[in-house]
């Protein structure tokens, strides 16, 4: 089974975008989604997190960190691995930023894997995205030719196909960050900025 | 004025003896108040933090997380990288202090610690960052010589 942690609410609606992609690539695996908010149901969740062959965690990154109630959610969990559960399973992160470069998810990656050091968990790879502001199907003014448009939605397919490949053979990797390849990086601040213009006029 | 974040308990806190005048600004998990009303008129941001992983606490990332109301939903360059441009209104030359305690802080976790802090600061545009470790909560006391 294959346990997929949302990283909230808020700043976890973009973490369905890549947990559907996620799923398409590993459609023959039981997979059981538990979204990080408020009303988590622990004793459901302790069961996951034992039987569980890999753990997924997609989350944003907020002032460079894992979100708050992301960092209470994992200390929670340090808590019942001390209490005597074990966590045999495999740890992998999908961790996003709307600034452009996907290596500004670095720290917050840092800290997931420290976290997996003190819950004696088994990392297994991590995955950067940089760029999250660029969604498929958005005008980029001049450059919304369709060659682009589908490079934009397919920049995210390979590196996502590959991740999903390491956690089906719940295989460890070097962790990946990936930027927008296929926009340089003012083009995107610019479409990004004009777009939050018109949004805030 | 300086001020000054801290997760630590009320009895703790009363203990260190850290000196605060009558203008700093002293936040901790009791008082529910968000850093940005003050940050703009400060001179020294001070975060107190239990080490997390490498990060901060819970709440003190609650408390940064908060601020990102001082930005602008633009993007700019700086020191290479894209960053999230400062509202000019709260924009502010300030130093930054984060002090972690914790027992059995990895060298892993300090470099993580270290990275996180120089790259919020750089977020804030805070003139400079100083990182100190503690081993006890107790010894955060180490600060008082480095506050304005």
Known sequence: MILLL?????????????LDKLKE???SEEQVTILLDK??????????LEEAAAIVLVSGVCMDGVPSHVLRFLEAVEQEVIGGEC??????????TDLYEGEQTGAAMSILKSFCRH?????????????NSMKPGMKWGLLSFPGLRRRICSRLDVPLMEHAMFIRECMQG???YISSACVSRANYMRHVNRASRKKHA | MKLIVHDLCEELWQGLNIHVKERDRVICEREKRDIDEFIGECRQLVLISRCVYGGFSPFIQGVLERCRARFEPL??????????RMNPVSKNLFGMVCCFYGDGITAEEEESARLLCVSNGISLQAAGVQVLFCDRPEKVQ?????LI
């Open chain 1, 6 to 18: 949302n990283g909230g609410v808020d700043i976890g609606k973009d973490g369905f975008r890549y």
């Open chain 1, 174 to 176: 070097k962790d990946g």
């Open chain 2, 75 to 84: 993007l700019e360059v700086r020191y290479g990288r894209t960053r999230y």
């Open chain 1, 25 to 27: 690539n590993m459609a």
């Open chain 1, 119 to 131: 819950a004696n968990i088994t990392w297994g790879r991590g995955l950067g995205i940089g760029g």
């Open chain 1, 87 to 96: 966590i045999p399973g495999k740890f992998y992160a999908i961790l996003y």
């Open chain 1, 39 to 48: 009303g988590i149901d622990w004793e459901w969740t302790n069961r996951c």
């Open chain 2, 142 to 146: 180490v600060i008082s010589g480095i």
